[in-house]
């Protein structure tokens, strides 16, 4: 039994170990264990708030996807009506030309044919005066000074009709 014999030395160490044991964790578990906590829940805190940014970061991705799903519709519209735009401009201005070309075409054919009646009329009046001159080379000594004078009016009637 000398192994279970309690004793004064054995009382005062069993009571410095718990005076240790308490001041340990007064000054040593206590606050690291404290210290463990804030650190825990900082990392919650953050995990939580990580867990936010990244749904926040996924929302603002679908719209950002979304927008640019619209832009793209948006842009085909526009090249779309740009291109019809573009047909309707052509067309325009193939009628334009067109009128343009059978504007030119006419008066070219009223110039041509003012120009036409100009010479049948220089012609008129050059065969008008080379039969008064012809009548007057023939009929110079077979009438009088009158009747050439109605027969030559008569001549000048008919090649003016």
């Not at 410095?16 to 001041?23: G, M, Q, S, T």
């Not at 007057?136 to 077979?142: A, H, P």
Request: charged share 35%; net charge neutral.
């Amino acid at each position: 039994m000398d192994f279970f014999e309690i004793n004064l030395t054995a009382v005062v160490q069993l009571l410095n170990f718990l005076f240790l044991l308490w001041i340990l964790n007064k000054l040593l578990y206590k606050p690291f264990l404290g210290m463990m906590e804030k650190r825990k829940e900082k990392i919650e805190g953050e995990i939580v708030e990580a867990e936010k940014l990244r749904k926040q970061a996924e929302e603002i991705k679908k719209n950002a996807e979304e927008e640019l799903k619209n832009a793209r519709i948006r842009a085909e519209q526009i090249i779309a009506s740009a291109n019809s735009e573009s047909e309707k401009i052509v067309e325009e201005a193939k009628q334009k030309a067109q009128k343009e070309a059978e504007k030119i075409l006419q008066n070219a054919y009223l110039e041509i044919e003012k120009q036409k009646q100009e010479a049948l009329a220089q012609v008129q009046t050059i065969a008008t005066e080379l039969a008064i001159n012809l009548a007057m080379k023939v009929l110079k000594g077979t009438l009088d000074e009158k009747a050439k004078r109605e027969y030559l009016a008569k001549v000048i009637k008919e090649y003016e009709k």
